[in-house]
């Protein structure tokens, strides 16, 4: 079974950064699309940002051009740079990982969670 372990995110004040960091524990040689998805209190999970085993990533109109998604040396390894950051970024941010190596659409989930990582921006 797939497990993932996340590392990262923390507290900043808007305009600063933070990078996240998962890693999936997965059989040798087997690629998956990783990903990070966020949730605040009353609110629905929402796609952030995903990468397949292409190096292709995808990302959320919100966090264009401020947030990079990019795999690391390792397979099944990525990391989430996060710039310019606002207080409406502030979340739980869960990795996430789908069997196949291709990424859904972010609209969609993943197969499996970590267990998230709260990123809290202040103004």
């Known amino acids: 079974q797939v497990q993932l372990m996340e590392s990262g995110g923390g507290k900043v004040q808007a305009g600063g950064s933070l990078r996240l960091f998962c890693k999936a524990s997965?059989?040798?040689?087997?690629?998956?699309?990783l990903g990070w998805y966020r949730q605040v209190p009353g609110k629905e999970r929402e796609g952030v940002a995903s990468?397949?085993?292409?190096?292709?990533?995808q990302y959320a109109d919100s966090v264009k051009g401020r947030f990079t998604i990019s795999r690391g040396e390792s397979l099944n390894t990525a990391y989430l740079q996060m710039n310019d950051l606002i207080p409406e970024d502030s979340a739980i941010y869960y990795c996430?990982?789908?069997?196949?190596?291709?990424?859904?659409?972010?609209?969609?989930?993943?197969?499996?969670w970590g267990t998230g990582s709260p990123v809290t921006v202040s103004s």
């Open positions: 996430g990982a789908m069997s196949g190596g291709y990424c859904p659409a972010l609209r969609y989930g993943m197969d499996v």
């Open positions: 997965t059989y040798a040689g087997v690629g998956y699309c």
């Open positions: 990468i397949d085993i292409e190096n292709t990533p």
